[in-house]
């Protein structure tokens, strides 16, 4: 196709989506109205399931089933790129490579090592308290995982690469991205056995605002902190493995 | 709409407008992470906090260190060949 037609049909497309946009957006309540389905939705969450943070109270209760195809999403994603990535039995460990990594992380700067380490620790524990306040502040299991999977990015960058070839963090983040799936199925499973149907809330309310509170909310959102923190962290060290280790065939 | 909201609609349609026309690949990794940013502001502006806490980490962080590492097996590759 030459150039003119196409930037035609592009702007043209593009005009079109505006338009349906616009048109859409037009038809939304104004921001901040109190009223409306999602009113609804909250006393629900708010007054029989205990939830202080309703935004999680759907994702994780009232369309959790819609978070169970999520969370395999991602791991099979994982489980994807893991197969994709990781070295055959015949590719070795080019020695050169890993020299020359070496003598890298000697380079790194003196102030992003001495940061890096001094970040990790209070990373975190940020990480862990979003998975586990999801039912009651912004957060849970998604973002926390992705915090704590952060984590490991950290120490990679403070350059302690190495230290994570020693730890060996493969067989351990592999094993929490399959504890974390499967647990979510066996609370999905649980609705059927205690309750009426699967994904079913189960497990007793408690107060409003407690951290034992809102039935399984809690215990899901755990579930998918687990799966999360496993799955980025086994993305990110399937890569950083085939580019910093394995110098090819 | 307060000024907070205007002026993170303004960073992300400069931001977005940025990724596409930055052409190295590289650079366009680091602009896209500071576009992953602006939009995270959005997300609080408009009261999107659970959505601005995993944009935060997913989009400024992980994205772009994976595009790089990325880049850096493509031109290790490369250089093999020559």
């Known amino acids: 196709m030459r150039a003119r037609p196409r930037a035609v049909l592009a702007v043209l497309a593009l005009a079109g989506l505006a338009a349906l946009i616009a048109w859409a957006a037009g038809g939304l309540t104004p921001f901040g109205t109190p009223s409306g389905p999602a009113n609804g939705v909250v006393r629900t969450l708010v007054h029989e399931r205990h939830a202080a943070n309703t935004v999680n109270g759907v994702t994780y209760d009232l369309r959790g089933l819609d978070t169970l195809g999520e969370e395999l999403i991602l791991f099979v994603a994982a489980l994807g790129s893991a197969v994709l990535l990781r070295h055959g039995r015949g590719e070795q460990v080019d020695e050169r490579a890993d020299e020359e990594h070496e003598s890298a992380s000697a380079r790194t700067a003196d102030v992003l090592r001495a940061a890096g380490t001094a970040l990790v620790g209070p990373l975190v524990v940020l990480g862990v308290y979003v998975v586990v306040h999801g039912h009651l502040s912004p957060g849970g299991g998604f973002q926390g995982g992705v915090i704590l999977a952060a984590g490991l990015l950290l120490v990679y960058a403070a350059g302690q690469v190495v230290a994570l070839e020693r730890v060996e963090p493969t067989a351990l983040v592999e094993v929490a991205d399959a504890t974390g799936a499967l647990a979510y199925v066996l609370v999905a499973v649980g609705g059927l056995v205690f309750a009426a149907a699967a994904l079913e809330n189960f497990l007793p309310f408690g107060t409003t605002g407690n951290l034992l509170s809102a039935g399984t909310i809690p215990v899901l959102s755990v579930a998918v902190g687990v799966e999360v923190t496993g799955a980025v962290a086994l993305i990110l060290t399937e890569l950083l493995d085939q580019t910093l280790l394995r110098g090819g065939e | ?82």
Request: proline share 4%; no cysteine; hydrophobic share 65%.
């Open chain 2, 1 to 82: 709409m307060t000024v907070l909201q205007v002026v993170a609609l303004a960073a992300v349609a400069a931001g977005g407008t940025l990724v596409v026309l930055v052409r190295d690949p590289v650079r366009q990794a680091l602009v896209a992470s500071m576009f992953g940013l602006a939009l995270a502001i959005l997300f609080f502006a408009f009261q999107a906090p659970d959505v601005a806490i995993s944009q935060i980490v997913v989009a400024t962080v992980a994205v772009p260190v994976m595009i790089l590492l990325a880049l850096t097996k493509l031109r290790d590759d490369e250089e093999r060949e020559r």
